[in-house]
């Protein structure tokens, strides 16, 4: 199979992945366009191909609700720029199945090139489906493959386990609540709940593998739990201090607040560090720049 030589991606997780596996090989101008999500420092000056329907500027409740109504209808959240595709002529186009809330599907990818004369064949489309810690190093490898460098994947991916094996979890198991949203609240899903275990914690609201999903403070309140950390999804950490200093005056314990989109979002390999942090936030550590406790 020939290496790609032009790589479109459409979630930024797999941008993260791709400059993580091609940059020290001097391949990383291999990636030709990525979405408006993806934040990486060398994906600023790349053509962007999507664009949201819905405005992440605006309140939480409001992009809740923007969210639902489109999930209720039927609508995509995300428009992809067909036109520029094609003009792109990438011989790989990355994207992902894992939640349509998050980035672009494989269907909306189709539907946005179905008419036009370069249409992509689907074996040019590789979508990342990893919900969980072992799916993110299956996806690194898959792409790593992808993209012609399956030496340089498998080395990060056993690099990833060993960093993740090293974790020394904190001893005491506190209960541990995680919000991927507060306003209507979620629980972490997916690999949340691994990162809170392998941190040493015990996770009260959502089971590993499995989607997040939507809570009342009502049914959270009899919970009781010793740390809650706000993640919410999409957002820094100076977002999320301000979303843990808005959470209601309920018993949740300590609170702390950490860069979702570095350490917890996003199915890439940020998601061991994120486990390290969990650990040291867990024996009341903080990271400079990647957590801070709020009360």
């Excluded at 494989?106 to 370069?118: K, N």
């Excluded at 995680?178 to 209507?184: G, H, K, Q, R």
């Excluded at 941190?199 to 609201?205: E, M, S, T």
């Excluded at 049914?219 to 999320?240: E, F, H, M, T, W």
Aim: glycine content about 8%.
């Amino acid at each position: 199979m020939t290496a790609p030589h032009r790589i479109v991606s459409l979630l930024p997780s797999a941008t993260d992945l791709l400059f993580d596996l091609l940059t020290h090989l001097g391949l990383g101008e291999r990636v030709v366009g990525v979405s408006h999500s993806c934040d990486h420092p060398r994906a600023r000056h790349l053509p962007v191909l999507t664009r949201s329907i819905v405005d992440s500027a605006a309140p939480q409740a409001e992009i809740d609700r923007a969210v639902s109504e489109a999930v209720r209808e039927g609508r995509a959240l995300y428009q992809v720029d067909g036109e520029l595709l094609d003009r792109l002529a990438p011989d790989l186009v990355v994207t992902q199945g894992v939640c349509e809330v998050c980035a672009v599907t494989p269907g909306t990818l189709q539907d946005a090139v179905r008419y036009l004369p370069g249409c992509l064949p689907a074996a040019n489309v590789l979508s990342l489906e990893g919900k969980s810690v072992q799916g993110i190093l299956d996806d690194l490898r898959a792409l790593a493959a992808a993209a012609g460098v399956p030496e340089t994947g498998e080395a990060l991916a056993r690099q990833a386990q060993a960093d993740w094996d090293a974790i020394q979890p904190a001893p005491h198991a506190p209960r541990v609540l995680t919000l991927e949203w507060t306003e209507p609240p979620f629980y972490g899903g997916h690999w949340v709940p691994e990162q809170v275990e392998r941190a040493g914690g015990v996770n009260v609201l959502g089971t590993p593998g499995t989607d997040s999903g939507r809570a009342t403070w009502d049914q959270i309140a009899p919970l009781r739990p010793d740390v809650s950390v706000v993640l919410c999804c999409g957002y820094g950490l100076s977002d999320n201090v301000t979303f843990a200093r808005d959470l209601p005056d309920l018993p949740l314990g300590e609170v702390w607040a950490v860069d979702a989109n570095a350490l917890f979002s996003r199915p890439a390999l940020g998601v061991v560090r994120g486990a390290q942090v969990l650990a040291d936030l867990l024996r009341g550590q903080a990271a400079p720049g990647l957590s801070e406790r709020i009360r």
